[in-house]
């Protein structure tokens, strides 16, 4: 024993617990493996250090713990303890409020534990959660140890009474069971009187308290072996036997049986009138509510599938929607393709134009550096001749004077034309400052436009198929916006392109202009040294305008680039709202598998109603037949009861007979003696 305790105690220490003193008493006094815990008040610790406890003592055979109010946690780690328990037979857990957890932990018991031999649950609550008690029948069914299981006052139904017939069925060592005081009702007494046409090792079975009727309580014992009726008939039949002498006591004693079995019978036959009656009439309620609830159902048959019908023109109409959206999206496609060729078309004609532009600058550039060594030839043969007319440099000096007036003249003429030529330059660039304030305020108008479009599908998403034609032509709009925007563009871009043909075209008279006067200005060089630095000046000069004419090509150059950036920004907006119809697209086609989902989950739960409807149809006819079985056995039981009491009848008339005839013997055999005497002879005659 005090191992035992300081096993318990070591076991509370490491679980960091205090052990109680009244279960280190009760292990002190434990006898012949009886460890009685009854009334104690268990921690969820001690629940656990006795469970590992008693999971490898092999003293205890008998624990009780009745009235323990054990928790949901304290009895699982208990039970848990004693599923590795090999010597333990008797188990007592009468009032410990055991719920579902309970009843769980108990099923994982059963299946594990081989020694348990009686099992004691009275007063707890394992038939108010059906699924927990389902799993402890179904571990009742697989044991194969138990012998005895007291299940009194457990709040049992109909239900849990199946469930316990189930695995009555299957199981093949419990002998006695005691289900008073619970709810099992006709349908579970049923149950379980079935079930013990397959079990062959119960032979006692308590139902009392259940409002099992009377018939199935009768019933039981026959089934168990343990028949009152019988029993008293096989009595009576040995009072019969034993007291043949004395007919009159027997004659009286069976009119009295006769006169009790016919009560018995009436009782019978009133009882089985209203026992007919309760069942009629509860038929006929289970009819009506077979009947409402099919009403309901097919109401809400009818409910779904007007729902249904509803659903699917709804699908119908966002179909057609869909297709729509789809025709107008393949045409807007289309009309992007042909805004992306003629865009192609567009880039191609100003890459043609560039290539133009830069074969004249090169064809410029070339005709140039010609001009420029013809100069400088003419410059060297302007310096020998300088060397050969040097003597007539002094006879020239009064007409080189009156030549540098002319080339005075000459060179404000110069500056003048290219003060023109600047403020033209800067007109030009005012123009094309003025253009790209323009393009860029079209842009900004078209990206405030892009917004309020956007904004506008954003808040009339949900609209119907109206809203998405308004939507197209809206875009349509747009487009058509666009693409006069685009064909404007292209006109201020050939107009700038005409100026800037028109003004190369100038800069090239000028250039002849000047050509022109430069040959005169060579004819005057030949003549005077100072007409030759003259005709450097005015090389120099058209060199800065060849440049400024190269500058104005590559300001065409990048304008043109800024147009091609337009065109794309353009291309790209047009993908985006591509984009946004593809999304809207989907978005329309995902709404539709959610509703096509919920309408088979409908679909589904119709299908389901429909079955349970079929199951509650193949019910009631169950339950009709089985009624009708019910009363061809009363009817059987009562024909057998009148052939007995016929008998009986039959039996009293013979007894009647005979005594009779043992009557009529008696009075001739006293008659003859009186004669026969020597009375009769001293007798005066008559």
């Known amino acids: ?40 008040s268990l921690t969820p610790d001690t629940c656990r250090a006795l469970g590992k406890l008693l999971q490898r003592e092999a003293l205890v055979t008998e624990l009780v713990l009745s009235d323990c109010m054990l928790s949901d946690e304290g009895a699982t780690l208990l039970l848990q303890g004693l599923c590795a328990n090999t010597v333990l037979q008797f188990l007592d857990l009468k009032g410990n409020n055991l719920q579902a957890t309970g009843a769980e932990a108990l099923g994982r018991l059963l299946r594990q534990n081989k020694s348990i031999q009686s099992l004691t649950l009275e007063w707890n609550n394992l038939g108010t959660w059906e699924d927990a008690f389902a799993t402890f029948c179904g571990a009742l069914a697989v044991n194969g140890t138990l012998r005895q299981l007291d299940l009194r006052n457990n709040q049992i139904s109909h239900k849990g009474a199946e469930e316990l017939a189930l695995a009555l069925k299957s199981n093949t060592s419990l002998q006695q069971l005691d289900l008073r005081w619970n709810n099992i009702g006709l349908l579970g007494g ?37 028949s009152l009726w019988w029993v008293t008939q096989l009595l009576l039949t040995e009072q019969a036997m034993d007291h043949n002498q ?43 509510e077979m009947a409402r609830s099919t009403r309901t159902s097919a109401a809400r048959i009818g409910q779904l599938q007007e729902a249904l019908n509803e659903r699917q023109s709804i699908i119908n109409a966002l179909k057609a929607k869909l297709q729509m959206a789809e025709a107008a999206l393949a045409l807007s496609e289309q009309k992007a393709q042909d805004l992306g060729e003629l865009l ?8 043609s134009l560039a290539q133009r532009q830069g074969k004249e600058h090169r064809l410029e550039q070339q005709e140039a550096a010609e001009r420029e060594s013809k100069l400088l030839r003419d410059l060297s043969a302007a310096n020998e001749k300088n060397l050969l007319l040097g003597n007539q440099v002094d006879e020239l000096e009064r007409k080189a004077k009156s030549q540098q007036d002319q080339m005075f003249l000459l060179r404000q003429e110069l500056t003048n034309t290219s003060a023109e ?31 309020k479009e956007v904004e506008h599908m954003t808040r009339h998403l949900e609209e119907t198929e109206r809203a998405m034609q308004e939507r197209v032509q809206r875009l349509e709009a747009a487009r058509l916006a666009l693409e006069e925007e685009l064909s404007r563009v292209k006109a201020l871009a050939l107009s700038e392109r005409g100026q800037a043909e028109e003004e190369l075209v100038k800069a090239k008279n000028q250039v002849r202009l000047e050509e022109q006067r430069l040959g005169h200005l060579e004819e ?149 003696y009186v004669q026969g005497s020597p009375l009769r002879a001293l007798s005066p005659p008559k």
């Open 246 to 288: 004395d007919r009159e006591a027997t004659f009286r004693e069976n009119q009295a049986r006769a006169r009790v079995l016919s009560k018995e019978v009436r009782h019978l036959q009133e009882e089985k009138s209203k026992q007919f009656l309760d069942l009629m009439e509860t038929i006929d309620k289970q009819q009506a």
């Open 421 to 451: 030529l600047r403020m033209r330059a800067i007109q030009a660039e005012e123009r094309l400052e003025l253009e790209k304030k323009r393009s860029r305020q079209s842009l900004e108008d078209s990206e405030r436009l892009r917004f």
């Open 190 to 226: 049923r149950a379980l009187v079935n079930c013990l046409l397959s079990n062959r090792t119960l032979w006692k079975l308590e139902l009392a308290g259940n409002s099992v009727p009377s018939d199935i309580l009768r019933a039981v014992g026959p089934a168990v072996g343990h």
């Open 524 to 672: 005057k060089l030949r003549l005077l040294a100072q007409a030759r630095d003259q005709a450097q000046s005015s090389c120099l000069q058209q060199r800065e305008t060849v440049a400024e004419a190269q500058a104005r090509a590559s300001q065409l150059g990048l304008q043109v680039e800024g147009l091609r950036r337009r065109l794309e920004e353009l291309q790209q907006e047009l993908s985006n709202k591509d984009q946004e119809k593809v999304a809207e697209v989907t978005r329309v086609r995902v709404e539709l598998q959610e509703q096509n989902g919920r309408l088979q989950a409908e679909l589904t739960a119709q299908e389901a109603l429909k079955e349970k409807v079929a199951a509650l149809e193949r019910q009631l006819k169950v339950m009709a037949s089985d009624h009708r079985e019910a009363l061809l056995d009363r009817e059987s039981e009562n024909a057998s009861l009148r052939e007995k009491l016929r008998l009986k009848e039959a039996d009293m008339a013979r007894l009647r007979d005979e005594e009779a005839q043992r009557a009529s013997f008696l009075q001739n055999a006293v008659l003859a």
């Open 344 to 351: 192609a078309t567009t880039e191609q004609e100003h890459r």
């Open 1 to 40: 024993m005090e191992d035992v305790r300081r096993s318990y105690s070591r076991l509370c220490k490491e679980s960091g617990a205090e052990p109680q003193e009244t279960v280190l008493q009760r292990l002190h006094q434990l006898l012949r493996g009886r460890l009685d815990l009854a009334t104690q």
